[in-house]
């Protein structure tokens, strides 16, 4: 049975819990491989809306195994919320599984992460402030404290008392902050991991076992290309490897064990927090996509950025990503925006014309979009429930943000519900 990855494409936000929802009702294995609480996916599933944060899509089909991967950092507290919601709303976590060797989000993360954003004032990089990227710090550092260390009281009170000798010097001396309560945190955190223990399993084995057995796997991404510590326009970054690579890492398997790759893009671009966007919109036309497409965060509530479609950015995550199909979703925003325009080229200062997505800020900061005009559409496209009852205007769009991506589309999206994602 196949393996498939879904990531996104652009700088996150790209309705991938819509798509990731649909493919976990067809599989038996629902991986999270990276990232923390900073994510959030929106799933609408039988007239009711869920936005999780940290638990798989597939937590929503009783028979479905839900893994978290080594590669995610765990904010115990906010997790066992999740599963509390869920339970509240009659959904289970019985297959919810966390791998021993993730890390576990402190209260001094998330101090940390609030105080040193802080501290960069108009350079701050625009995090969630929920203590990923300290945290993620520590994992590289190897000081950090992980779910096999939680669930063990005695080993977890040992580490924690050592770490928050430098981490609190750190909070009061340099930021000067309040220091964190160790003893009471341990406590605290104590009793989180006894909660927690029933959900402890080693997720390579059992990715790796339901790969042997032929069982369909489906890896959920969080964020986006864009937002790859590496790929993305760094440092306005998140703190790990959204791109389809992160799943063998975050997850323990090797790449032989994945056979496609779906990347999920809007039909516009959008983008929350500070950092560059060639084709923002500062108009109207800006604000009604906004509005009309509901841009604003899962997590933060914080409204995003928005702009035209940019084939720069999707040919450089077609590459980095080896996708074999793309998934496009909220077409039915633009309906009635006008002319459309999509973003072919950057070009520079000097007046050389870039194709290729530029790899430093310093040399994307010279460009400015070169844009093709498409002529727009003002039909109302959430009653469409097949591809081809989609307006021609529709349908050429589509075929020329495939023709400019180099990547076929497999799925439009013409609304949030699930019988709203047309599959070609």
Not at 70 to 81: E, T
Not at 106 to 117: C, N, T
Not at 121 to 135: D, F, L, N, Q, V
Not at 313 to 338: F, P, Y
Request: charged share 25%.
């Amino acid at each position: 049975m196949p393996a498939k990855v879904v990531v996104g494409v652009q700088w996150g936000d790209e309705g991938k819990g819509k798509i990731i929802d649909i493919l976990a009702s067809r599989a038996d294995v629902v991986v999270r491989s990276q990232g923390g609480n900073n994510a959030g996916h929106t799933v609408e599933s039988g007239g009711e809306v869920y936005k999780l944060h940290l638990i798989p899509s597939g937590i929503l089909y009783a028979d479905t195994l839900c893994l978290i991967g080594c590669g995610v950092v765990v904010d115990p507290k906010v997790i066992l919320s999740e599963i509390d919601s869920l339970a509240a709303r009659g959904i289970t976590c019985e297959n919810l599984r966390i791998d021993p060797r993730a890390h576990i989000i402190l209260p001094w993360h998330i101090e940390l992460d609030g105080l040193s954003e802080k501290m960069r004032g108009g350079s701050e990089i625009g995090t969630t402030r929920r203590g990923i990227g300290p945290c993620y710090m520590d994992r590289a550092e190897r000081s950090g404290i992980r779910i096999y260390d939680l669930v063990h009281p005695e080993i977890f009170a040992e580490k924690a008392k050592h770490a928050a000798i430098l981490k609190n010097a750190v909070i009061t001396k340099v930021y000067g902050g309040e220091a964190i309560d160790v003893d009471k945190m341990i406590e605290e955190y104590t009793q989180y991991g006894q909660r927690l223990k029933q959900y402890v399993a080693d997720v390579s084995v059992l990715t790796y076992e339901a790969h042997s057995a032929g069982k369909n796997i489906l890896f959920e991404g969080a964020q986006g290309t864009l937002l790859d510590l590496d790929m993305g326009t760094y440092p306005f970054v998140t703190s790990s490897h959204p791109i389809s690579g992160g799943v063998c890492v975050g997850t323990g398997v090797g790449p032989t064990c994945i056979d496609e790759v779906i990347g999920v893009a809007k039909a516009y671009t959008t983008r929350v927090g500070k950092g560059p966007f060639p084709t923002e919109l500062f108009d109207e036309t800006g604000d009604l996509i906004r509005n009309r497409g509901n841009e604003f965060g899962t997590t933060t509530g914080r409204p995003r950025r928005t702009g035209w479609f940019d084939a720069v950015i999707m040919r450089h995550a077609v590459r980095v990503n080896g996708l074999t199909g793309l998934a496009i979703n909220k077409l039915d925003t633009l309906s009635d925006v006008g002319t459309l325009k999509v973003c072919v080229a950057y070009r520079k200062q000097d007046g050389s014309i870039l194709r290729d997505f530029p790899a430093t800020l310093e040399e994307l900061a010279e460009c400015e979009p070169v844009y093709e005009e498409i002529e727009g559409f003002d039909d109302d496209l959430t009653g469409c429930r097949k591809f081809d009852e989609l307006p021609q205007k529709c349908k050429d769009y589509i075929a020329r943000l495939e023709e400019l991506c180099g990547c076929p589309i497999k799925m439009v999206g013409v609304g949030p519900a699930r019988d709203q994602n047309l599959e070609r």
